[in-house]
């Protein structure tokens, strides 16, 4: 078991590029989870699949930033047009079924916008 | 709507001492109950859940936590901590049997004094 697995680590960018980031979750886990955490704040929730479905999405998540799971493996999380507000740590999580919704996380992505 | 109250943004504590650190939850349905911890420049692991059951939760490096229900709680505690245990912790909740977002606090910094 490798563990979830986030590319890039870090990322500096400037304000008005795009970006984007990859998660690979535990192979066997079906759901995957987005977060956002801020200094100081706990982790906020984005978004979640259950295979390659996107089930749900915050209202934190606006038009600017999109998540996909094509094929119910891997993510991506992409943000365009950059602001300084979006500089964060981008966590993500996987779980399997039936688990009392234990999630692993992964280590995360540092995104500063400059 | 849930929502998680860490109730100390800091705890300094001497080294083998003991520790509680707080949290408080609100909702009007059942939910799960976690801690997770954050050691500096990584990721969440989860160091107990409570999903039922015993009010008694023992989890990973002697943490443990207790659910009361009276006064929707769940303080986790360490009889005798240890420098290794600098970390964030966040308490967190999510809907029971729904496997969905899970609702972080704020966070509370451990700490721990030589």
């Known amino acids: 078991d490798t563990g979830v697995s986030q590319d890039p680590r870090h990322k500096i960018t400037k304000r008005g590029q795009n970006v984007t980031f990859r998660c690979d979750p535990i192979?066997?886990?079906?759901?995957l989870y987005w977060y956002r955490q801020t200094l100081g704040q706990g982790p906020e929730f984005l978004t979640y699949?259950?295979?390659?479905?996107?089930?749900?999405k915050s209202r934190l998540l606006s038009d600017r930033f999109s998540a996909e799971r094509p094929k119910g493996s891997f993510s991506t999380l992409e943000i365009q047009r950059t602001e300084q507000g979006d500089s964060a740590m981008y966590l993500c999580?996987?779980?399997?079924?039936?688990?009392?919704?234990?999630?692993?996380f992964g280590p995360g992505t540092r995104l500063t916008v400059t | 709507a849930q929502s998680v109250t860490q109730l100390d943004s800091q705890v300094p504590v001497f080294e083998e001492a003991p520790v509680e650190l707080r949290c408080n939850y609100s909702?009007?349905?059942?939910?799960?109950l976690f801690w997770y911890v954050q050691y500096p420049n990584q990721g969440l692991q989860l160091l107990l859940k409570?999903?039922?059951?015993?009010?008694l939760v023992k989890g990973i490096n002697g943490f443990e936590a207790e659910f009361n229900k009276s006064q929707t709680s769940f303080h986790l505690r360490k009889p005798s901590v240890h420098i290794s245990d600098t970390a964030e912790y966040f308490c967190?909740?999510?809907?029971?049997?729904?496997?969905?977002?899970?609702?972080f606090g704020k966070g509370t910094r451990l700490h721990i004094l030589p």
């Open positions: 999580a996987s779980s399997p079924v039936l688990t009392g919704n234990e999630q692993y």
């Open positions: 192979s066997e886990h079906n759901r």
């Open positions: 699949f259950q295979n390659e479905a996107q089930l749900e």
């Open positions: 909702s009007s349905v059942s939910v799960y």
């Open positions: 409570y999903l039922s059951g015993s009010t």
């Open positions: 967190a909740v999510s809907l029971m049997n729904r496997d969905d977002k899970i609702i």
